[in-house]
């Protein structure tokens, strides 16, 4: 794979500050750069990966530590669910994380955070924090 550096070219504009938030530039920058295009399109590649039950069933397991998976309810990446390829890939990608939460522990649960898109970290840490405080209560000392 060839990078010119198009993306960033077009994106330029964005990122002069015009009417963006400090937040949505340092996104843009992260998203124009090869890496985070190689890691995004590997990730939306893999999603219907045929082998990924073989994985999963080779994967390592926590056993009976508690696991909280947390899964965005806004969408994936803040895309809008227009197309019948969106509401698949969707379906997908939640239908994964409920199988990898109940694969990779006993104790294994997952939660939409139905106000929240990927960016769970940004948009809801509140979340994130809770999730931590459940799985910390419910590990046995």
């Known amino acids: 794979m060839y990078f010119f550096g198009i993306s960033r070219f077009l994106a330029r504009k964005d990122m002069d500050g015009a009417g963006e ?26 999603i219907f990966n ?20 947390l899964i965005a ?16 890939l969707r379906k997908a990608w939640v239908d994964g994380q409920i199988q990898l939460a109940q694969h990779l522990s006993s104790q294994g649960k997952w939660l939409i955070v139905p106000d929240s898109t990927h960016m769970i970290p ?4 509140d979340a994130i924090v809770d999730a931590v405080r459940e799985v910390y209560v419910n590990t046995p000392r």
């Open 50 to 69: 045929r082998d990924a039950e073989a994985e999963l069933a080779d994967a390592f397991t926590l056993s009976d530590k508690p696991l909280v998976v």
């Open 21 to 46: 938030s400090i937040d949505d530039q340092e996104w843009l920058y992260h998203a124009i750069q090869p890496k985070f295009i190689r890691a995004t399109t590997s990730e939306v590649e893999n």
């Open 73 to 88: 309810g806004k969408g994936m990446w803040g895309l809008p669910l227009t197309s019948q390829d969106w509401v698949d």
């Open 122 to 125: 940004e948009e809801r840490p």
